[in-house]
């Protein structure tokens, strides 16, 4: 029996939803089975005080796994790990044993940088101890390879055992023009791992952002507060190269650095944004002793599949982050809940798995649903699931994440987060105009929000993936109603303890949400078509490579 509460919204939104109706009479359309009622049950119990802020590796992290697995067992889905629910993922906490110092020194200068003030650093190597010392400094511009604009930032370059010094974001975003890389979005070439992944791959010994509160997209104290205290890391080895040395330095810090061994930082900065910009040595030299000390912990993904009634090797993934921050190191009742981040997400995709099992006939092809750790710590629950696929990432046909939903009401649109990246938009588009709603790219592609939640680590192997966020022009109140909304959920509640769960809101506007992403689901999962990136994204050469694999397996 369907829910009275089915999105049972207010009069004013009854002509977009009418427009649902008269396309799709049948009870199968997914906006008359997703329930709020299921939603607000979900979020209630996610976001109360006994899952303690669903910190991983902690008591409530474990109900939480607990919680979502036996919810998805209850619909008699398929385990998607081997038999299993979760996929156990192993992190190391990582903290300095001491505030490290950062010497630079050169002809004529010595400096030694304040940890926290003008610079933060840090080592990704899982070892006690590392030692810098004598490594000399090169200026990178932007320290990007992107073969798709024709750029190569090291070209001829041997790094062995120096430190490179970068600009934050890439040069598109620097020049305002829209005809290089994405013009003032943001790509993965200006997004600070791919920085330290990089200046590894190219074999430094270390690598140095310099911060710049407009194009990083936030200030210092954001840099000074997410770097200082213990890291999380995936517990493993890798065979992938590692820096020695991962940091950021204050602009004022760069400038002096930069005027200290000679150059102009204003004229190099103008320089990288040319194409055929060559590094610069800066005649500088860094030296820098780290301390590590380590905590093991692990924590778990949970996945489950309804599979596919024709070609079931072929997957369409729902991802959301089931954790959030836990209880306040200093005190402890303060409990951060995380009831729109990201207890919404995870409250739709459990919504989403229940319609889904409940029909009578599957899709044809297998519909996934994936529950991820340690998104709060790097993204690192989902990274995990990209190395370690358990449905074969050449084989998944796209990805669609779902990441502190709207829960203020309905919305005549959608907020993409990388608009213009691959043909999922279109897909989304026919959805939403089925719904008699239309797509609003997101306000700040500079800030490189694309690469910050779980999608981005599906995204990095290839996979095409949508990310829609709520949309701001609310069906009753309008546009300056929505913006006030998401201005006070980001001043006063995002990452706070203020972040709860309210019976009073209205979930019809989630409830359509979710809707809208199951009607994408449902197009890609009854065709054959393989939606890729667009020609110039710098995902479409992984993705194809791929697909021709797969082909040729």
């Not at 008699?76 to 044993?97: I, K």
């Not at 005809?179 to 600070?192: C, E, H, K, V």
């Not at 055929?276 to 599949?305: C, K, M, Q």
């Not at 993409?416 to 790219?441: I, M, T």
């Amino acid at each position: 029996m369907l829910s009275r509460r089915l999105l049972m919204i207010t009069p004013a939104a009854a002509g977009m939803i009418l427009i649902v109706a008269c396309g799709d009479t049948s009870r199968s359309a997914p906006e008359q089975l997703i329930s709020e009622d299921k939603l607000h049950e979900h979020i209630a119990v996610l976001a109360s005080d006994g899952f303690q802020g669903r910190a991983p590796a902690t008591e409530g992290g474990r109900k939480t796994v607990a919680y979502l697995s036996e919810q998805l067992q209850a619909l008699l889905l398929a385990p998607g790990n081997e038999g299993r629910y979760t996929q156990t993922v192993d992190m190391v906490s990582v903290r300095l044993g001491q505030e490290p110092e950062l010497s630079l020194s050169g002809d004529g200068f010595s400096q030694t940088l304040r940890y926290g003030d003008e610079m933060m650093i840090w080592s990704p190597l899982q070892e006690s101890d590392i030692e810098v010392s004598d490594s000399e400094l090169v200026f990178v511009g932007y320290g990007s390879v992107a073969p798709e604009y024709d750029w190569d930032d090291y070209a001829g370059l041997d790094l062995e055992g120096k430190t490179v010094v970068m600009l934050v974001n890439d040069p598109g975003f620097a020049s305002g023009d829209d005809a290089l890389f994405n013009g003032r979005a943001m790509t993965y070439y200006g997004r600070w791992t791919y920085k330290f992944e990089e200046a590894a791959r190219q074999g430094a010994r270390g690598a140095l952002i310099i911060h710049e509160d407009e194009a990083a997209g936030y200030g210092w104290e954001v840099v000074s507060g997410s770097w200082s205290g213990p890291q999380l890391a995936l517990d493993h080895d890798g065979d992938d190269p590692q820096l020695a040395l991962e940091g950021w330095l204050s602009l004022s810090a760069a400038e002096a650095l930069f005027e200290a061994s000679g150059h102009d930082l204003d004229a190099l900065r103008e320089a990288a944004r040319q194409p055929g910009f060559e590094a610069v040595a800066l005649d500088a030299r860094a030296r820098t002793r780290l301390e590590n000390r380590f905590e093991r912990s692990r924590s778990d993904n949970v996945i489950a599949y309804l599979p596919g009634s024709k070609r079931p090797d072929e997957a369409i993934i729902f991802t959301a982050h089931w954790d959030h921050l836990g209880v306040d190191e200093e005190d402890d009742s303060l409990i951060y809940n995380g009831a729109v981040d990201n207890a919404s997400g995870t409250a739709a995709v459990l919504e989403l798995a229940r319609v889904f099992s409940e029909m009578d006939t599957a899709p044809e092809r297998s519909i996934v649903f994936l529950l991820v750790t340690a998104e709060e710590q790097g993204l690192l629950g989902s990274r995990f699931y990209g190395e370690n696929p358990v449905f074969p990432l050449s084989k998944t046909v796209a990805g669609i994440n779902l990441d502190s939903m709207n829960v203020f009401g309905p919305t005549r649109d959608v907020t993409v987060v990388g608009y213009g990246n691959s043909a999922l938009d279109e897909h989304l588009r026919r959805a939403a105009k089925a719904q008699g709603r239309h797509l609003r790219p997101e306000p700040h592609p500079e800030r490189g929000y694309f690469y910050r939640s779980d999608h981005f680590s599906l995204a990095r192997h290839g996979v095409p993936v949508l990310y829609p966020n709520p949309g701001i022009d609310h069906v009753e109140r309008g546009v300056e109603f929505g913006e006030a909304w998401m201005a006070d959920y980001q001043q006063n509640r995002y990452h706070r303890p203020a972040d709860e769960y309210d019976p009073a809101w209205d979930l019809s506007g989630l409830a359509l949400d979710t809707a809208l992403v199951m009607r994408v689901a449902l197009a890609l999962a009854n065709s054959k078509d393989w939606p890729n990136w667009q020609q110039d994204n710098e995902f479409r050469a992984i993705r194809d490579e791929s697909r021709r694999a797969e082909k040729n397996h």
